[in-house]
């Protein structure tokens, strides 16, 4: 436990990711802290310089993922009493993602796949047919609520050791929201979804092994709607070859 | 570095080995009841087309499953370019092959 007043031993990535370094800073300690505000903190009174992102403070917007004593969390809603180490934090920018500077990283790679794995609706109707009613008791609809509440953060993509050994794994958020679209009863093209899992960066490089599951701060299981491609994937190769 | 295709060759070679392997199991504990001696194993195997089809099947789904499975390895190891690669799965395909082969052929040729 930290007492009030104590300060916090900080360890935060400064510069680039080749020539930069674990800077450190000391940060009051307070009740009810999180990992951005000890960041904030930092850049309002230590280092104006100090580059990171974050935006909602919520948990909503999935800006403000960093690593923090090695894990990657949402650090808007992580709370430092969960994740002090004695009392140090170290403190870096999200894994597997290219550094822009100190915290901030380059989330194109990231949103580049969500695109090329078809993680986007294929739409079937125009805006001048009725809506279309949706049953939400269906297997279907319940596999594709089983992942809408994704918030982009890029936590799932940072733990998973397949996207750090093959760069071109379109890893578990993009995959996950794949199969959301897939199971969408409004959408028109499953079979351009699953082309798009099928290459050498798809759904059948995952290994199972479910760092994105445990570490997604929405609970969500991306590693169980990579199972539910995989399937599907199977299912269509029979069809194809009859 | 696993598209569709390799990913059902090697489920579909893992479907293959796991019958073969409980029949091989299966065939040892029957046939060690009464010792177990080489010249009582090359007497069933020698000259038998049945017992080179099954041990050949299962070298065959051997190589191809262990080959993609060290592709697998090989690639997030060390990260080849997809030639150097594909060039290094075959070879190692085929040497699981060569040996499997040979050591089927020892005790099924009579
Ligand atoms: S289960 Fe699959 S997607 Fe999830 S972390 Fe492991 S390899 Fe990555
Ligand atoms: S699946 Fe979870 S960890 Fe991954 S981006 Fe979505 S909310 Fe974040
Ligand atoms: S700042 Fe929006 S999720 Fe953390």
Redesign the interface.
């Known amino acids: 436990m930290v007492t009030e007043k104590e300060n916090l031993d900080v360890f935060v990535w400064r510069g680039l990711a080749e020539t930069g370094r674990f800077e450190r800073y000391e940060v009051p300690a307070q009740d009810s802290q999180t990992i951005l505000d000890v960041v904030s903190w930092i850049q309002q009174n230590l280092d104006a310089t100090l580059a990171y992102r974050f935006a909602c403070r919520v948990g909503m917007c999935g800006s403000c993922a960093m690593m923090v004593n090695g894990e990657p969390r949402w650090t808007c809603r992580t709370h430092v009493r969960k994740v002090l180490r004695g009392n140090q934090l170290k403190i870096a920018p999200l894994r597997n993602l290219p550094v822009i500077r100190d915290l901030a990283t380059d989330m194109d790679p990231f949103f580049d796949k969500w695109v090329a794995a078809e993680g986007h609706h294929h739409p079937t109707r125009t805006r001048d047919d009725a809506i279309e009613a949706l049953d939400p008791q269906s297997p279907e609809r319940r596999a594709a609520n089983a992942g809408i509440e994704c918030i982009n953060c890029a936590v799932c993509y940072a733990a998973c050791d397949?996207v750090a050994?093959?760069?071109?794994f379109l890893g578990p958020a993009a995959l996950q929201r794949a199969w959301t679209v897939h199971n969408d009863a409004r959408d028109g093209d499953q079979p351009a979804i699953l082309e798009a899992v099928?290459?050498?960066g798809?759904c059948?490089?995952c290994h199972s092994q479910g760092s994105c599951a445990q570490y997604c701060p929405n609970d969500l299981n991306p590693m169980t709607a990579i199972a539910g491609l995989?399937r599907a994937?199977?299912k269509s190769?029979f069809k194809r070859e009859r | 570095m696993l598209d569709a295709r390799l990913y059902m060759l090697q489920r579909i070679t893992a479907l293959i080995m796991a019958p073969l392997a409980l029949g091989h199991i299966a065939v040892m504990i029957y046939a060690i009841q009464g010792g177990l001696s080489a010249a009582e194993i090359l007497s069933r195997t020698q000259g038998s087309l049945f017992w080179f089809a099954f041990y050949g099947l299962f070298v065959l789904a051997v190589s191809v499953h262990g080959a993609i499975g060290l592709r697998v390895i090989i690639y997030e190891t060390f990260g080849m370019r997809a030639l150097l690669l594909n060039g290094l799965s075959w070879i190692i395909g085929a040497i699981f092959l060569l040996t499997g082969m040979r050591a089927v052929l020892a005790v099924t040729l009579s």
Request: proline content about 7%.
């Open positions: 397949t050994n093959n760069p071109d099928s290459g050498k798809g059948h490089n995989k994937s199977v190769f």
